[in-house]
């Protein structure tokens, strides 16, 4: 297979972050003895200077025998105090994630599917339904609320450490869900099962709807605001916010979202070729494929299926696609921070010269005037198509309906990276979340320009999560977006305004997006693609 693209490289390094060991740079001097009454029980966390930590707190049963793709049930109450001091672990995650093709033989990737044939993450396990609190000392009440949707489905990772919300006066809570195979496998025999009722195939999606109403019926017992709950997410997890937005069910749960670089309109599968999707992940993993038994699927060892990653439809959460709810105004009244990275284009694991090939001739005559060629071409292409045209346009819908909405780009590239296309994709997660303490290896060779960008990006995503509107130091008045105004603010090194950023080139992808557009995907390409990775037919 290819060695890895210098986009997958960079990826890699960021998904190498992702999984190292939560026990690293942990800081502060705990004590234990924090506790605190949840609707289940009592748990004990830990208690360090001006905050509280718990971890490893059940918010759902665990999704295992015969709950195994089903929608989340309500946690068992226990006697006793539950002990929260450690991270419960990961849901099932492919191991080595972020490689591309230097990952096991047979990994395929497309546009808007992956599918891994690789080992499950060590630690990884089904029973995975955790969340992790980290709050301001007990004198603080009503606190804002910001909830962290992992782009990994883990809250393991180190700088996913909320310390610095709650010493900044913010409850800090991050949900682990599933993800991969173990949130979208779909095979007519776990369909009928599910009759009279639909069967779901967003997982990922009904596992933080059961963290929300956890933080619903708990939060203020740790201090924070069940009115004031911000939620916010990376890449997949925001595109699932987006999805979060318009489903009925989530109505009241949240009350601002903020959405980094997670806005792809790419179509979906139907639960039909999902299903057609299963029989050959079925096959791979052992079984008779088509004629696999609902049996045989739950005893099956998760890992044996192949982990596989799309946007699926679920009729039973979403009645209609996230972009048809968008444009109908069909979305939840909350205030909205959305955006996207100069060089998101990182994330691409297949050769950007297949961008290039596929683009129309108007789409590639919208990047004339940049002296655009190759891979910087491709990537710059990418970054537009997938991410950055559709949050300015999610924003533009969203705005519309006279919700209040701040778009902008984010350019900043870290000192230590010698990257001249941008921003990679997540490459201001530990600046938002200010967690260079939680690793070491980096927190040792940031300069004062990392810090001041860190302090500002901090600073906005906690003004908005409080008042509804991101005002900070180090960045210019930020007025709201409407598609008349465009205004887009740039968060770097020296943030200014913008208006109508980048029109050309994303009125070029909007407009190819609308000819192209289709309410679902067939699986033919996907089942084409596995079959020609492996031709032993495992």
Same mark, same amino acid.
């Given at each position: 297979? &290819?060695?890895?693209?210098?986009?997958?490289? =960079?990826?890699?390094? +960021?998904?190498? +972050?992702?999984?190292?060991?939560?026990?690293? $740079?942990?800081?502060?001097?705990?004590?234990?003895?924090?506790?605190?009454?949840?609707?289940? %029980? &009592?748990?004990?966390?830990?208690?360090?200077?001006?905050?509280?930590?718990?971890?490893?707190?059940?918010?759902?049963?665990?999704?295992? %025998? @015969?709950?195994?793709?089903?929608?989340?049930?309500?946690?068992?109450?226990?006697?006793?105090?539950?002990?929260?001091?450690?991270?419960?672990?990961?849901?099932?995650?492919?191991? $080595?994630?972020?490689? $591309?093709?230097?990952?096991?033989?047979?990994?395929?990737?497309?546009?808007?599917?992956?599918?891994?044939?690789? @080992?499950?993450?060590?630690?990884?396990?089904?029973?995975?339904?955790?969340?992790?609190?980290?709050?301001?000392?007990?004198?603080?009440?009503?606190?804002?609320?910001?909830?962290?949707?992992?782009?990994? %489905?883990? *809250?393991?990772?180190?700088?996913?450490?909320?310390?610095?919300?709650?010493?900044?006066?913010?409850?800090?809570?991050?949900?682990?869900?599933?993800?991969?195979?173990?949130?979208?496998?779909?095979?007519?025999?776990?369909?009928?099962? =599910?009759?009279?009722?639909?069967?779901?195939?967003?997982?990922?999606?009904?596992?933080?709807?059961?963290?929300? !109403?956890?933080?619903?019926?708990?939060?203020?017992?740790?201090?924070?605001?069940?009115?004031?709950?911000?939620?916010?997410?990376?890449?997949?997890?925001?595109?699932?916010?987006?999805?979060?937005?318009? =489903?009925?069910?989530?109505?009241?749960?949240? /009350?601002?979202?903020?959405?980094?670089?997670? *806005?792809?309109?790419?179509?979906?599968?139907?639960?039909?070729?999902? !299903?057609?999707?299963?029989?050959?992940?079925?096959?791979?993993?052992?079984?008779?494929?088509?004629?696999? #038994?609902?049996?045989?699927?739950?005893?099956?060892?998760?890992?044996?299926?192949?982990?596989?990653?799309?946007? #699926?439809?679920?009729?039973?959460?979403?009645?209609?696609?996230?972009?048809?709810?968008?444009?109908?105004?069909? *979305?939840?009244?909350?205030?909205?921070?959305?955006?996207?990275?100069?060089?998101?284009?990182?994330?691409?694991?297949?050769?950007?010269?297949?961008?290039?090939?596929?683009?129309?001739?108007?789409?590639?005559?919208?990047?004339?005037?940049?002296?655009?060629?190759?891979?910087?071409?491709?990537?710059?292409?990418?970054?537009?198509?997938?991410?950055?045209?559709?949050?300015?346009?999610?924003?533009? =819908?969203?705005?519309?309906?006279?919700?209040?909405?701040?778009?902008?780009?984010?350019?900043?590239?870290?000192?230590?990276?010698?990257?001249?296309?941008?921003?990679?994709?997540?490459?201001?997660?530990?600046?938002?979340?200010?967690?260079?303490?939680?690793?070491?290896?980096?927190?040792?060779?940031?300069?004062?320009?990392?810090?001041?960008? #860190? @302090?500002?990006?901090?600073?906005?995503?906690?003004?908005?999560?409080?008042?509804?509107?991101?005002?900070?130091?180090?960045?210019?008045?930020?007025?709201?977006?409407?598609?008349?105004?465009?205004?887009?603010?740039?968060?770097?090194?020296?943030?200014?305004?913008?208006? /109508?950023?980048?029109?050309?080139?994303?009125?070029?992808?909007?407009?190819? /997006?609308?000819?192209?557009?289709?309410?679902?995907?067939?699986?033919?390409?996907?089942?084409?693609?596995?079959?020609?990775?492996?031709?032993?037919?495992?």
């Amino acid at each position: 297979m &290819r060695p890895a693209s210098p986009a997958g490289k =960079a990826l890699a390094v +960021l998904l190498l +972050l992702l999984q190292w060991s939560s026990t690293l $740079g942990t800081q502060g001097q705990a004590t234990p003895g924090a506790i605190v009454e949840t609707s289940a %029980g &009592r748990i004990s966390g830990e208690a360090r200077e001006r905050i509280r930590v718990f971890r490893g707190i059940p918010f759902a049963a665990p999704p295992v %025998g @015969k709950l195994r793709w089903q929608v989340p049930q309500p946690v068992t109450a226990w006697t006793g105090i539950h002990d929260a001091t450690k991270f419960g672990p990961p849901c099932p995650m492919p191991a $080595g994630l972020g490689q $591309g093709s230097k990952g096991e033989p047979g990994s395929v990737h497309g546009p808007g599917y992956d599918i891994w044939i690789a @080992k499950m993450e060590p630690g990884s396990s089904e029973d995975c339904l955790t969340l992790n609190v980290w709050a301001p000392d007990a004198k603080i009440e009503k606190a804002p609320v910001m909830v962290f949707l992992s782009p990994s %489905g883990s *809250t393991t990772i180190p700088f996913f450490d909320g310390s610095a919300f709650a010493r900044d006066g913010v409850v800090f809570v991050s949900p682990n869900n599933r993800m991969f195979t173990q949130s979208m496998f779909a095979h007519a025999a776990l369909t009928a099962a =599910a009759m009279p009722a639909k069967p779901a195939g967003r997982l990922q999606e009904w596992d933080r709807i059961a963290a929300l !109403e956890w933080i619903r019926d708990n939060i203020a017992a740790f201090g924070g605001d069940p009115r004031n709950v911000t939620l916010f997410g990376e890449s997949n997890s925001a595109a699932s916010i987006l999805a979060l937005m318009t =489903a009925p069910r989530t109505q009241g749960l949240f /009350h601002k979202a903020i959405i980094q670089s997670g *806005t792809s309109r790419g179509p979906w599968f139907s639960r039909d070729a999902t !299903e057609r999707i299963g029989v050959e992940l079925a096959r791979m993993a052992g079984l008779d494929g088509e004629k696999a #038994t609902i049996e045989q699927l739950l005893a099956l060892p998760i890992d044996r299926l192949p982990f596989f990653a799309a946007l #699926t439809a679920d009729e039973r959460l979403l009645p209609q696609s996230v972009q048809q709810a968008f444009e109908r105004g069909q *979305t939840h009244d909350v205030a909205l921070l959305v955006g996207g990275n100069t060089w998101d284009g990182s994330s691409l694991r297949y050769p950007p010269a297949r961008i290039i090939e596929r683009s129309s001739a108007e789409v590639l005559k919208a990047y004339e005037n940049e002296g655009l060629s190759g891979d910087a071409l491709g990537y710059a292409i990418y970054t537009d198509e997938h991410v950055n045209a559709p949050a300015r346009w999610y924003a533009a =819908a969203h705005a519309a309906k006279g919700s209040p909405v701040y778009h902008y780009i984010y350019s900043y590239v870290s000192s230590f990276r010698k990257q001249p296309l941008g921003a990679a994709h997540g490459e201001e997660l530990p600046f938002v979340f200010d967690s260079w303490d939680q690793i070491p290896a980096l927190s040792n060779v940031i300069n004062d320009d990392d810090r001041r960008v #860190t @302090k500002m990006m901090h600073a906005c995503w906690i003004a908005f999560a409080r008042t509804g509107k991101p005002y900070c130091d180090g960045v210019p008045e930020w007025p709201t977006y409407t598609e008349t105004t465009g205004w887009t603010m740039e968060l770097g090194k020296n943030s200014k305004l913008h208006q /109508h950023y980048r029109k050309m080139q994303y009125a070029a992808h909007d407009r190819e /997006h609308a000819r192209a557009r289709a309410a679902e995907r067939d699986a033919r390409e996907v089942l084409d693609a596995l079959r020609e990775a492996t031709p032993e037919g495992r």
